[in-house]
Each structure stands twice: as structure tokens, then as C-alpha cells.
């Protein structure tokens, strides 16, 4: 099992920044992908990025140049860097880890508001 613990959501203005942050626990040595999924109001949920545990990104078109997600292998982290928010990035964030054997984990949603 792999439990996933997120922060760092909350109330910024267009323009503004907002760093979200994951730890993982449990199962962590064999977590091969990890990432951020959004879900916003009566839409659903999609995927923001991603990252394997090489390294290698993919991200949403909508989201390209302005978030960067990043990882810390040995502290089991990942991190979403999000700069230049736009009120249409609103939404419940989602960290999310996949295991070698394929198996889904999310961490409790973080509210992000992009409002002025």
C-alpha cells in the first residue's frame, strides 16, 4: 500500500503562485510514476503532470509553461510548481502514485482557488 499526503493549496490571485507538494509512504520502493490530477467544478478529472521515477515530465497542454512538477526520490516528494495561475486552473488537486504492478493511489483532494 502507499499512502499519499498533500498541502500547500489555497487562495491566490491571477497571476499568482502556488506550490503543491505529495509525500509518499509505505509501498514507496516500488512506486514507478507519480503526479498531480485537478478536477474542477462539474468537469472531470484530468490529468495535470506527471513524472516517472527516471525523471522523465508530460504534461497538460493547458498547463505547459507555467507548472513545472518535479521529484525528490529520496524523500519519497513530489512537487507542482504553479506559476502564472489563471482563474480556469481552479479546481480540487489530486496527487496520485503508481506502482510497478500498476496499482492507483491518490492522496485527499487540496483546493486551489485562483480568484481576485
Known amino acids: 500500500q502507499v499512502r499519499l499526503v498533500g498541502s500547500g493549496g489555497g487562495l491566490v490571485q491571477p497571476g499568482g503562485s502556488l506550490r503543491l507538494s505529495c509525500v509518499a509512504s509505505g509501498s514507496t520502493s516500488s512506486i514507478d510514476r507519480m503526479g498531480w490530477y485537478r478536477q474542477a467544478p462539474e468537469k472531470q478529472r484530468e490529468m495535470v503532470a506527471a513524472?516517472?521515477?527516471?525523471?522523465?515530465?508530460n504534461y497538460a497542454d493547458s498547463v505547459k509553461g507555467r507548472f513545472t512538477i518535479s521529484r525528490d526520490n529520496a524523500k519519497n516528494t513530489v512537487y507542482l510548481q504553479m506559476n502564472s495561475l489563471k482563474p480556469e486552473d481552479t479546481g480540487v488537486y489530486y496527487c496520485?502514485?503508481?506502482?510497478?504492478?500498476?496499482?492507483?493511489?491518490w492522496g485527499k483532494g487540496i483546493l486551489v482557488t485562483v480568484s481576485s
Open positions: 513524472i516517472t521515477s527516471g525523471g522523465s515530465t
Open positions: 496520485n502514485a503508481v506502482r510497478l504492478t500498476n496499482n492507483y493511489y
